[in-house]
């Protein structure tokens, strides 16, 4: 099992910017990427970036890319999101996700094997 806890979520305004942080912890083999998530009120849960563990390559959906950042610190077994400039509209909860199977850098929810709680973003106008 694997556990992921998100935090660093908050209440920011717009064009501000907010850094969330996902520790995980419980296995011993390291998951071929991580991924942030977000769901916003009424809507499905979308991707937003994933990186590869061991190589650090990402992949950003095309309406966070240039404003956000995913990275990770192997040493600390945590994934970070550094979101800048951020809109209203990237008011959501934040889930971050852990893929052990994956040969490719994946965008699907279902390519994913563990979740974290969600932590919550609310971007004012």
């Known amino acids: 099992q694997v556990q992921l806890v998100e935090s660093g979520g908050g209440l920011v305004q717009s064009g501000g910017s907010l850094r969330l942080s996902c520790a995980a912890s419980?296995?011993?083999?390291?998951?071929?990427?991580m991924g942030w998530f977000r769901q916003a009120p009424g809507q499905e849960r979308k991707f937003v970036a994933a990186?590869?563990?061991?190589?650090?390559?990402?992949f950003y959906a095309e309406s966070v890319k240039d404003r956000f950042t995913i990275s990770r610190d192997k040493a600390k077994n945590t994934m970070y999101l550094q979101m800048n400039s951020l809109k209203p509209e990237d008011t959501a909860v934040y889930y971050c996700?852990?893929?052990?199977?994956?040969?490719?850098?994946?965008?699907?929810?279902?390519?994913?094997?563990?979740w974290g709680q969600g932590t919550q973003v609310t971007v004012s106008s």
């Open positions: 996700a852990a893929d052990f199977r994956g040969w490719t850098i994946r965008s699907t929810k279902s390519a994913y094997d563990y």
């Open positions: 419980g296995r011993t083999a390291s998951p071929y990427a």
């Open positions: 990186i590869t563990w061991s190589f650090g390559g990402t």
